[in-house]
């Protein structure tokens, strides 16, 4: 009986195992050069930051920053093959009404000291997601659409 019992507790660690080394062996997550430099960071929002990850996925790119406050910023590009299909995606995925800001087609949504966004640009749609410390003022939506201009 304990024979089984392990067994049972065996194979879905190897499984998950065998999976995890697959998927970063095999280039779905790749890492990529950032492709919001830090300088333009901090000339849209202010402040000093830091890129501490950032990777490529299937049509994806996402990049992830901190300041020296503590504050967190990530950004993720979803390229499509068409503007249908990034226009299908950013509806499936729409934080609330949508709007057109600036030329673009947003979805935003802020809850205390953090603030999401979705912006439509064409093929691609970009997700920006900003959590600030109590010491720091969250920045506007003209300025988070800035970072990927």
């Given at each position: 009986?304990?024979?089984?019992?392990?067994?049972?507790?065996?194979?879905?660690?190897?499984?998950?195992?065998v999976?995890?080394?697959?998927?970063?062996t095999?280039?779905?997550?790749?890492?990529?050069?950032?492709?919001?430099?830090?300088?333009?960071?901090?000339?849209?929002?202010?402040?000093?930051?830091?890129?501490?990850?950032?990777?490529?996925?299937?049509?994806?790119?996402?990049?992830?920053?901190?300041?020296?406050?503590?504050?967190?910023?990530?950004?993720?590009?979803?390229?499509?093959?068409?503007?249908?299909?990034?226009?299908?995606?950013?509806?499936?995925?729409?934080l609330g009404?949508?709007?057109?800001?600036?030329?673009?087609?947003i979805?935003?949504?802020?809850?205390g000291?953090?603030?999401?966004?979705?912006?439509?640009?064409g093929?691609?749609?970009?997700?920006?997601?900003?959590?600030?410390?109590?010491?720091?003022?969250?920045?506007?939506?003209g300025?988070?659409?800035?970072?990927?201009?």
């Amino acid at each position: 009986m304990k024979g089984v019992r392990e067994g049972k507790i065996l194979v879905p660690i190897f499984v998950i195992t065998v999976v995890i080394l697959l998927i970063f062996t095999s280039g779905v997550l790749t890492t990529q050069s950032p492709f919001i430099p830090t300088t333009s960071v901090s000339n849209v929002i202010g402040g000093k930051w830091t890129i501490q990850n950032y990777y490529t996925g299937n049509s994806t790119l996402t990049e992830i920053l901190t300041n020296t406050k503590g504050d967190v910023l990530i950004i993720t590009k979803y390229s499509f093959n068409s503007p249908l299909e990034a226009k299908n995606f950013f509806y499936s995925n729409e934080l609330g009404t949508s709007q057109s800001y600036g030329g673009y087609l947003i979805s935003y949504y802020v809850h205390g000291l953090s603030e999401s966004i979705y912006v439509l640009d064409g093929n691609n749609v970009f997700y920006i997601s900003y959590i600030a410390t109590g010491s720091t003022t969250l920045p506007s939506i003209g300025q988070l659409i800035n970072l990927i201009k």
